[in-house]
C-alpha cells in the first residue's frame, strides 16, 4: 500500500490560505485519498475525500494532479480554530471488504495570531 | 445519535493482565475500525470488521484479537498486556449501504496504560 509523507509542522496567521501536501508515491489505480483533523485529546474528524482532480466543500478544498502522486489539502482563512493535525489517508479496498490503510503521520498546524 | 462510544475512556494495567476494550456506534454503519495511536506514529490499524461476524487484520494485529458478534459493537481485547501496547486506542465505523459513504467516524479514545 502507498506509503504517505506529510510535512510535521507548518505555520500560518490567521487569514490566511494554509496549503499542506501530502505524498503518496506508490499509489494504486483504485485507491483514494481522504484527509482528517484531529484535535487534542479527540478522534480525527473527516475533512475531504477524493479520487482525482480537484473537490471542493464548505471547509477545504482537496487537489490530486492527474499522476495522483501526491494530494494538496487547501484551508482558506484559516482561524485560530484551525490549530490541530491533519492527517492524510490513503484506502485501497480489494473486493470482498479487503481493506488496506494507511494514515500519514500528520502536519501539526498552528495558527498564530 | 451518541455517534461512536469507547468504554472505558482510561485503563492502567499490569504486564500479563487481560482486558476488553468495547466500541458502539449507532449509525447503522456496516465497517468498524480498531486503530492505535502512538506519539509521532500517526494512527495504525489493528483490526478492522465489514460486517457482523467478520473480522481481518491489519497493520499492527499482533497482541489483540477482536470480535463483532452484533452490528453496533466492535469488541478489541488484550489476552496478556505488555508495556508496547501502552498507546490511545480509537474505534471508527464507515459506510453506511444507504449512503454508500465510508467516511470514518471516530470516537473519543481510551488512553491505556500498561505498567
Known amino acids: 500500500l502507498a506509503k504517505t509523507t506529510q510535512p510535521i509542522s507548518m505555520d500560518s496567521y490567521e487569514g490566511q490560505e494554509v496549503n499542506i501536501t501530502c505524498s503518496h508515491n506508490?499509489?494504486?489505480?483504485?485507491?483514494?485519498i481522504t484527509w482528517y483533523q484531529q484535535f487534542p485529546s479527540q478522534g480525527p474528524r473527516f475533512i475531504i475525500q477524493?479520487?482525482?482532480t480537484k473537490v471542493t466543500n464548505e471547509v477545504a478544498s482537496l487537489f490530486i494532479p492527474a499522476d495522483r502522486k501526491s494530494s494538496t489539502l487547501s484551508l482558506p482563512r484559516v482561524s485560530l480554530s484551525d490549530t490541530a493535525v491533519y492527517y492524510c489517508l490513503v484506502t485501497r479496498t480489494s473486493g470482498a471488504g479487503s481493506y488496506q490503510l494507511t494514515f500519514g503521520k500528520g502536519t501539526k498546524l498552528s495558527v498564530i495570531p | 445519535n451518541a455517534g461512536v462510544t469507547q468504554t472505558p475512556k482510561f485503563r492502567v494495567l499490569k504486564t500479563g493482565q487481560s482486558m476488553t476494550l468495547l466500541c458502539a456506534q449507532d449509525m447503522n454503519h456496516e465497517y468498524m475500525y480498531w486503530y492505535r495511536q502512538d506519539p509521532g506514529m500517526g494512527l495504525r490499524l489493528i483490526h478492522y470488521s465489514v460486517g457482523e461476524g467478520t473480522t481481518a487484520k491489519g497493520e499492527v494485529p499482533d497482541g489483540y484479537n477482536v470480535s463483532r458478534l452484533k452490528k453496533q459493537n466492535f469488541l478489541l481485547g488484550l489476552e496478556s498486556a505488555a508495556p508496547s501496547q501502552t498507546s490511545v486506542y480509537f474505534c471508527a465505523s464507515s459506510y453506511h449501504p444507504d449512503t454508500f459513504s465510508d467516511t470514518q467516524y471516530f470516537g473519543p479514545g481510551t488512553r491505556l496504560t500498561v505498567l
Open positions: 506508490n499509489i494504486a489505480t483504485n485507491d483514494y
Open positions: 477524493g479520487y482525482k
